[in-house]
């Protein structure tokens, strides 16, 4: 889903942002394509880095590439990458909604309504669907597959015995810290977006109503997205405590403090920015889609 950025009159009546069922059907889709073309493999490639903080980008494209050729780059797409794809907009779509309107009615600010709204709407997404998404394409990225017992095994199979094992809690994993990604990505994103936009459209007062050009608008939204990646740190703790590998000295009850812990002991400071690049590349990549082509997709059933 792609942030609006539209500055928000302050003098304008109090109504809440109608949310139309074609436009939550336009994200979905527009999500499942982004996910089934280049998202994925970006994803798989980030995960396959920040769980294995000694590979350079070229090894565990190796990596990733010894596991099934191309397929290995689709590794938990089906069912988790398109039931996240599928469902994660609208959640965000109603959060946002909600919390900006309630929000605005306690007599905040368009922009801190925005901007709370969407932090807001990231936790939604986490608690709701992406918390057991996430965790079991990591599974699929990290669980040994060469030989020996589980290598045979489908992904329904492995998520049926975590949840026969560990329940609800097994099965969202890391949750906490997908919630944490998302609340601050989402803030971020739409801060950074909107400065993007000032800084393109120029100074003085005729540049400050001036409508973007497509381009425009994706340049805004891709820079808004790629500085949000500042949070990676949060993501490889994420991975690591959804990741399958089995290491010497690993701790077995991964909490977010032990898996920060365990990555500055073995991998420093750097350890925590390993898969930056791939989801810098992830984040360009889902505005190209979710801006240029969603706003045409929109237009042509407006």
Request: glycine letters at 12%; one cysteine or more.
């Amino acid at each position: 889903m792609a942030i609006d950025t539209t500055p928000v009159d302050p003098n304008a009546p109090l109504k809440k942002k109608t949310i139309k069922p074609i436009n939550i059907l336009i994200g979905a889709g527009l999500n499942i394509f982004e996910i089934t073309t280049l998202g994925q493999p970006f994803e798989v490639i980030k995960t396959q880095m920040a769980a294995n903080r000694g590979q350079s980008m070229a090894q565990s494209i190796a990596t990733v590439w010894s596991r099934g050729g191309v397929l290995g780059f689709y590794q938990g797409l089906i069912p988790w990458g398109w039931i996240e794809a599928a469902t994660k907009g609208g959640v965000l779509m109603f959060a946002v909604s909600e919390i900006e309107y309630r929000l605005r009615a306690f007599g905040a600010s368009g922009p801190v309504a925005g901007i709370v709204g969407g932090m807001g709407g990231g936790i939604c997404q986490a608690y709701t669907t992406m918390g057991f998404c996430t965790f079991m394409k990591t599974v699929e990225v990290t669980r040994h597959k060469v030989h020996g017992e589980g290598a045979n095994k489908s992904t329904m199979q492995v998520a049926r015995e975590i949840f026969a094992k560990e329940g609800i809690k097994g099965i969202n994993k890391g949750v906490n810290a997908v919630a944490l990604r998302q609340m601050t990505n989402w803030g971020s994103r739409f801060g950074l977006s909107r400065i993007a936009e000032d800084v393109i459209r120029g100074k003085g007062e005729a540049n400050k109503k001036r409508k973007l050009s497509d381009w425009e608008k994706i340049a805004a939204s891709s820079i808004g997205g790629a500085l949000s990646c500042w949070n990676q740190p949060i993501e490889v703790i994420r991975i690591e405590m959804q990741s399958q590998l089995k290491l010497a000295g690993r701790p077995e009850k991964m909490t977010m403090a032990a898996a920060a812990s365990y990555i500055y002991k073995n991998n420093g400071l750097l350890g925590f920015y390993r898969g930056v690049t791939p989801r810098i590349g992830l984040s360009v990549y889902l505005t190209v889609c979710m801006v240029a082509i969603g706003d045409k997709v929109k237009a042509h059933f407006a």
